[in-house]
């Protein structure tokens, strides 16, 4: 069974700072997906990684296959980017294991 | 984008009832969807795999006649909460497989039973 940690478990940051969220697990995968989870509950798929890194707005995905490891950086951060985000890993099209999740505010 | 939609988003019932939620991949089919639920600051556990046409795959721990689900369709697998209880109150989230096995999240169901 794959256990997925993330940290931190909640981060508090000012307006505009750059922040990063650390996502590591245990079992190799083919697939790690980035998810934000609002207060409502409601998930948005942010990006799906099996490689390398990947880029959309603000937001950046990078994954390192032989570390077992995944960052993902919000870069000019916003009070609008305050939510949970949520790694889960596994294979491709497969059931996906989760990680506990950063809760996230960006104070303005 | 693939658009995967959950009905209802919310639910409240009274104990012993039994309620359905459906999950539907919009524009796209899906052999595979899975059923997850969230309880209160906990992250996502798995529920099941449902497979259209096949019986679905239950996580262990979760009942399978507690929680039937039933995928009569490529485009809607839904799970149905037989004689809930308080502690059944919980966030179901599905979610669809579609073309490069991407996986695609429904808003989730809120479900509140009194």
């Known amino acids: 069974k794959n256990e997925v940690e993330q940290s931190p478990q909640n981060l508090t940051a000012q307006e505009g700072e750059f922040i990063t969220i650390n996502c590591s697990y245990s079992?190799?995968?083919?697939?790690l997906h980035w998810l934000q989870q609002h207060p409502g509950g409601g998930i948005v798929s942010l990006f799906m990684l099996s490689s390398g890194k990947k880029k959309h707005g603000r937001l950046i995905a990078t994954i390192n296959i032989q570390e077992k490891h995944s960052s993902l950086h919000i870069t000019a951060s916003h009070p609008r980017d305050s939510a949970v985000y949520i790694c889960a890993v596994g294979e491709a099209g497969n059931m996906l294991t989760f990680g506990g999740g950063t809760r996230l505010m960006v104070k303005p | 984008g693939a658009v995967v939609s959950q009905h209802p988003s919310r639910v409240i019932c009274k104990s012993g009832t039994s309620v359905k939620i459906e999950c539907r991949s919009l524009d796209f089919q899906a052999t595979t969807m899975f059923w997850y639920r969230q309880f209160p600051k906990q992250s996502l556990m798995l529920m099941a795999t449902s497979n259209e046409g096949s019986k679905a795959t239950y996580e262990q721990g979760v009942e399978k006649d507690k929680f039937l689900i039933n995928h009569a369709s490529l485009t809607l697998s839904t799970l149905t909460v037989t004689s809930a209880h308080p502690e059944d109150s919980s966030f179901y989230i599905c979610s669809a497989v579609g073309g490069l096995e991407t996986q695609y999240f429904g808003p989730g169901t809120r479900l509140l039973v009194l």
């Open positions: 079992v190799g995968i083919s697939a």
